[in-house]
T-cell receptor, first 116, second 113 residues
Framework: NAGVTQTPKFQVLKTGQSMTLQCAQD?????MYWYRQDPGMGLRLIYY???????DKGEVPNGYNVSRLNKREFSLRLESAAPSQTSVYFC???????????????FGPGTRLLVL | GENVEQHPSTLSVQEGDSAVIKCTYS??????FPWYKQELGKRPQLIID?????GEKKDQRIAVTLNKTAKHFSLHITETQPEDSAVYFC????????????FGAGTRLFVKA
């Protein structure tokens, strides 16, 4: 049982390049989330998926797109990377759908992204 | 907009002393308040949470108190140990049609042996 996994661990991009961050969970959780973590700013929600087939914007969605590929996988895409997107990205999941936002979030190990 | 303020940003204590971290939130509809611990280079992990119908919750050396009237909640760690050194995040969550969780900026706790 690996929990929540993310790939890649590190990535360096040039401004304007695109990339997809992958996230998968093997806990049969219904809801999944993408956060970014910047120094002094805590964790900020980018997008979330309450259940398979649905996605919604979070606090800072601009410049990102997401896909809930199936119940296990939730990917985050940067279409045209900008230096302001340099950050550590965390994927998370929770068991419930109806209880979204009201229960323990299980985080992945993070992806450190540098945009030059 | 909604926000969660967390203080202090850095806290240094002697091993065995207590540590207190305080958070205030702005959205009075928030009803779930988790605390996460993040060790250096690791992922955040839940250490304790409290819901709005409860005023206090304890788990061994960790306790959280909630004052809904004043819109603030606090994390208390007693008998601190070096392994308590980490960044601690508070959060306030609200479910109104959609979902929203706002995290505090974090408190870096140093426990000196």
């Amino acid at each position: 049982n690996a929990g929540v996994t993310q790939t890649p661990k590190f990535q360096v991009l040039k401004t304007g390049q695109s990339m997809t961050l992958q996230c998968a969970q093997d806990m049969n959780h219904n809801s999944m989330y993408w956060y970014r973590q910047d120094p002094g700013m805590g964790l900020r929600l980018i997008y979330y998926s309450a259940s398979e087939g649905t996605t919604d914007k979070g606090e800072v969605p601009n410049g990102y797109n997401v896909s809930r590929l199936n119940k296990r996988e939730f990917s985050l895409r940067l279409e045209s990377a900008a230096p302001s997107q340099t950050s550590v990205y965390f994927c998370a999941s929770t068991k419930g759908q109806a209880t979204i936002g009201q229960e323990t979030q299980y985080f992945g190990p993070g992806t450190r992204l540098l945009v030059l | 907009g909604e926000n969660v303020e967390q203080h202090p940003s850095t806290l240094s204590v002697q091993e065995g002393d207590s540590a207190v971290i305080k958070c205030t939130y702005s959205d009075s509809a928030s009803n779930y308040f988790p605390w996460y611990k993040q060790e250096l280079g690791k992922r955040p992990q839940l250490i304790i949470d409290i819901r709005s119908n409860v005023g206090e919750k304890k788990d061994q050396r960790i306790a959280v108190t909630l004052n809904k009237t004043a819109k603030h909640f606090s994390l208390h760690i007693t008998e601190t140990q070096p392994e308590d050194s980490a960044v601690y995040f508070c959060a306030a969550s609200i479910r109104t049609g959609g979902f929203k969780t706002i995290f505090g900026a974090g408190t870096r706790l140093f426990v000196k042996a």
